[in-house]
């Protein structure tokens, strides 16, 4: 009878270390809020549907946060009522009077189309112009962040979410620490942020 207990009780230890291998990996049912279904993605260990450090950045630069939050907004709200296309040609048109609504300072939207799993083209960057059509999937930060792969990555869990990184300044010309939102919309991702000068 002890025999047969201990072989049971190893059987089962067997069984727990089979089984428990493949709870490493977390599912999470999301909807997506562009066309009303559900998808069920797999969350490897350690990988976080979130930068916790741009998160963080975020609350503590909460009124440049907001200023970017607002103008994103706008420019998800146009891109409903208009059509995408129509906000990436005023964002390449300076001149166009509503250009003011998307772009003011080191506060722009910017405009990155995306399969979510190989590519990232730049359909426009109002500041940056030679960017524009440049596929930025692999592209990397001054301190080798892959933080376009980042942004991918959030916008596959969730409708939103920061990104820090470091980045050349259009006007200084020296990389800086900068902080993006990124919004989905079907397969664009819209961004705007701020760079963390004080």
């Given at each position: 009878?002890?025999?047969?207990?201990?072989?049971?009780?190893?059987?089962?230890?067997?069984?727990?270390?089979?089984?428990?291998?493949?709870?490493?990996?977390?599912?999470?049912?999301?909807?997506?809020?562009?066309?009303?279904?559900?998808?069920?993605?797999?969350?490897?260990?350690?990988?976080?549907?979130?930068?916790?450090?741009?998160?963080?950045?975020?609350?503590?630069?909460?009124?440049?946060?907001?200023?970017?939050?607002?103008q994103l907004?706008?420019?998800?709200?146009?891109?409903?009522?208009?059509?995408?296309?129509?906000?990436?040609?005023?964002?390449?048109?300076?001149?166009?009077?509503?250009?003011?609504?998307?772009?003011?300072?080191?506060?722009?939207?910017?405009?990155?189309?995306?399969?979510?799993?190989?590519?990232?083209?730049?359909d426009v960057?109002?500041?940056?112009?030679?960017?524009?059509?440049?596929?930025?999937?692999?592209?990397?930060?001054?301190?080798?962040?892959?933080?376009?792969?980042?942004?991918?990555?959030?916008?596959?869990?969730?409708?939103?979410?920061?990104?820090?990184?470091?980045?050349?300044?259009?006007?200084?010309?020296?990389?800086?620490?900068?902080?993006?939102?990124?919004?989905?919309?079907?397969?664009?991702?819209?961004?705007?942020?701020?760079?963390?000068?004080?």
């Amino acid at each position: 009878m002890k025999r047969f207990i201990c072989l049971s009780f190893f059987n089962f230890l067997m069984i727990l270390l089979i089984i428990l291998p493949s709870g490493c990996k977390k599912q999470e049912l999301n909807t997506d809020k562009n066309n009303g279904t559900d998808t069920l993605q797999l969350v490897e260990s350690g990988e976080r549907p979130y930068d916790k450090e741009a998160e963080e950045l975020a609350a503590k630069y909460h009124q440049k946060s907001a200023i970017a939050l607002a103008q994103l907004q706008r420019g998800i709200d146009f891109a409903k009522a208009n059509g995408i296309e129509k906000l990436i040609e005023i964002l390449k048109n300076p001149k166009d009077p509503q250009w003011g609504k998307f772009v003011s300072g080191d506060y722009y939207i910017w405009i990155i189309r995306s399969d979510f799993k190989s590519n990232a083209i730049v359909d426009v960057h109002p500041i940056n112009k030679a960017i524009n059509g440049r596929d930025f999937f692999g592209i990397k930060d001054a301190e080798g962040k892959m933080f376009i792969k980042d942004i991918l990555r959030i916008l596959s869990y969730k409708e939103a979410g920061w990104v820090s990184y470091k980045w050349t300044h259009p006007k200084y010309k020296k990389v800086m620490d900068k902080m993006t939102c990124s919004q989905r919309f079907n397969d664009y991702v819209l961004n705007d942020g701020f760079y963390l000068k004080d």
